[in-house]
């Protein structure tokens, strides 16, 4: 259902990685229905040119861009390409990732390497990018997606766990080194949440109805979150609303973390 921009993000400009599918993409087009100028980030053209068809329904301004934010000089041309031609950088949600699943004998380091190049460097990167360019123009607010599993322990996952939680330290380092120039740093941290990043993982639960009945028990609330809802909390983390708030791991896992 078409709707039109409400106004919290207006002449916001935001760049999203892995803006393609899921979170990312539901992030983004929640972005965009509030007035900021999207900027989308994707290796999957087929990804970046579906977000931008469902932003145009919601009334909102957006270009895509196809890259792998494992490429430096790919980042680099498309932050400081969108800081150059819209004349600032108010938001970056840093969010593109990769599980790789296995105990510490089950992952190759290959996976581990993997990993932390994804779940780590690239954010690191992509950050360190765009600061510059939000220190100058007197602030900004930086969103890394970390994960629930940033925050506690999941079985057989120690290239995934490590990761995530290396990536709220950084989070907490920038926020540190960076409020005093008005850049706030938060790190998202979501459970299970209905996306094809968790196809892998179905798959080797033994199918749907086999993971549903994990997430029943595992999760205080019963269930899965949508995109749609981790989105609205984007939006918090991108706005004014959350003006006080850095260094923050905002957890939303339907109390996952804490059963
Ligand atoms: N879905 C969940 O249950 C869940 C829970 C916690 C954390 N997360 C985190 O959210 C992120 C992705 O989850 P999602 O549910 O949005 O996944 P998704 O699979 O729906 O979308 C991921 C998108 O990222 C893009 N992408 C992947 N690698 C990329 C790369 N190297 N360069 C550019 N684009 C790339 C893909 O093309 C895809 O469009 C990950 O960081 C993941 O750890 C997801």
Redesign the pocket.
């Known amino acids: 259902m078409a709707a039109s921009a409400t106004g919290i993000l207006n002449d916001r400009v935001a760049i999203v990685?892995?803006?393609?599918?899921?979170?990312?993409?539901?992030g983004a087009i929640a972005l965009a229905r509030e007035g900021a100028h999207v900027v989308v980030?994707?290796?999957?053209p087929e990804?970046c040119a579906q977000t931008l068809e469902f932003i145009k329904t919601v009334g909102g301004k957006a270009e895509a861009h196809v890259?792998?934010?494992?490429?430096d000089d790919a980042l680099a041309q498309a932050i400081d390409g969108t800081a150059r031609e819209h004349g600032r950088l108010d938001i970056l949600h840093s969010?593109?990732?990769?599980?790789v699943a296995g105990t510490l004998e089950q992952v190759e380091p290959a996976g581990m390497d993997a990993s932390w190049q994804?779940?780590v460097r690239?954010h690191f990167m992509a950050a360190r990018l765009a600061m510059p360019h939000m220190r100058a123009q007197g602030g900004g607010s930086i969103i890394v997606?970390?994960?629930?599993?940033g925050v506690f322990y999941d079985h057989e996952m120690i290239a995934?766990t490590t990761s995530?939680h290396a990536v709220i330290a950084m989070v907490r380092q920038v926020a540190v080194d960076y409020g005093k120039y008005n850049v706030r740093v938060n790190a998202?941290?979501?459970?299970?949440?209905?996306?094809?990043?968790?196809?892998p993982f179905i798959e080797q639960m033994g199918g749907r109805a086999a993971i549903e009945a994990y997430v029943k028990e595992k999760i205080p609330l019963g269930r899965?979150?949508s995109?749609e809802e981790i989105a609205e909390s984007i939006v918090y983390l991108a706005s004014d609303r959350s003006a006080f708030m850095t260094g923050h791991a905002l957890v939303l896992?339907g109390g996952e973390a804490i059963y």
């Open positions: 990685t892995g803006a393609g599918s899921g979170i990312g993409q539901a980030l994707d290796m999957s990804g890259l792998d934010v494992r490429d969010h593109a990732g990769i599980q994804v779940n690239a997606t970390s994960s629930n599993s995934y995530k998202l941290c979501p459970g299970w949440v209905d996306t094809p990043f968790n196809g899965w979150a995109a896992d």
